[in-house]
């Protein structure tokens, strides 16, 4: 079992939908969790940033934390076809040394 | 732009053969980590160095090499080749010495192994 999971997709919604992208975990001790994407042939860009649990708002995405269930999520309002792209999570602890784990990412297709 | 460089951007070479990729992280980024992304797949994390000294290893197969030299650029170096070694390697940077902070990425290298 890997330790960050992550359905690959294809995710196909119509634009201006609410996009739902999930990652589990099996580590318990991670605390630093993030959001990328990554456009085609592009290198990923962070997109969101959370420490320990809770919700993080920005604009039109709000990323959440649910260390109980070893779950976060990423939302997407009012979606556009430039979110189209994949988006990986990733997440790090001290037991680690912060080094990322990465889940293998989520292709979103935003259908116009 | 990340500010993130890596050379070259596309490389075409032959199996049994030797390459080195270039990386040149941001202004004031002592962090470089090396991935590799096969077509489909996740982010393969390869090796970390920090300030000139390695500091983590990943997937790195023993045919490939690193380092980070004294002006803060890193080299990765692919020795005998084989087809599975295509692939896009990507390079980044971070201010920080572990994944705590944020990871800026270059525009990745495109090896292709005939």
């Known amino acids: 079992q890997k330790e960050v999971e992550q359905d690959p997709g294809p995710l196909s919604v119509p634009e201006g939908a609410i996009v739902s992208l999930n990652c589990t975990y099996s580590?318990?001790?991670?605390?630093?969790f993030m959001w990328y994407r990554q456009y085609s042939r592009k290198g990923p860009e962070l997109l969101m940033y959370?420490?320990s649990s809770g919700n993080k708002e920005d604009g039109r995405f709000t990323a959440q934390v649910d260390k109980s269930s070893k779950y976060i999520s990423l939302f997407i309002r009012d979606s556009q076809p430039s979110d189209s792209a994949t988006y990986l999570c990733?997440?790090?602890?001290?037991?680690?040394?912060?080094?990322?784990?990465w889940g293998a990412g989520t292709k979103l297709i935003i259908k116009p | 732009d990340s500010g993130v460089t890596q050379t070259p951007k596309h490389l075409i070479t032959a199996t049994g053969q030797r390459v080195t990729l270039r990386c040149s992280p941001r202004?004031?980024?002592?962090?470089v980590y090396w991935y590799q992304q096969s077509l489909d797949q996740g982010l393969q994390f390869l090796i970390h160095y920090y300030n000139g000294e390695e500091r983590a290893k990943g997937n790195i197969l023993e045919r490939f090499s690193a380092q980070q030299f004294p002006d803060l650029h890193s080299e990765l170096n692919l020795s005998s080749l084989e087809l599975g070694d295509s692939a896009l390697y990507f390079c980044?940077?971070?201010?920080?010495?572990?994944?705590?902070?944020?990871?800026?990425f270059g525009e990745g290298s495109r090896l292709t192994v005939l």
């Open positions: 202004s004031g980024d002592l962090s």
């Open positions: 980044a940077s971070s201010v920080a010495a572990g994944g705590n902070g944020e990871l800026f």
């Open positions: 959370t420490y």
């Open positions: 580590n318990s001790a991670f605390q630093y």
């Open positions: 990733a997440m790090s602890s001290m037991d680690s040394n912060y080094q990322l784990i």
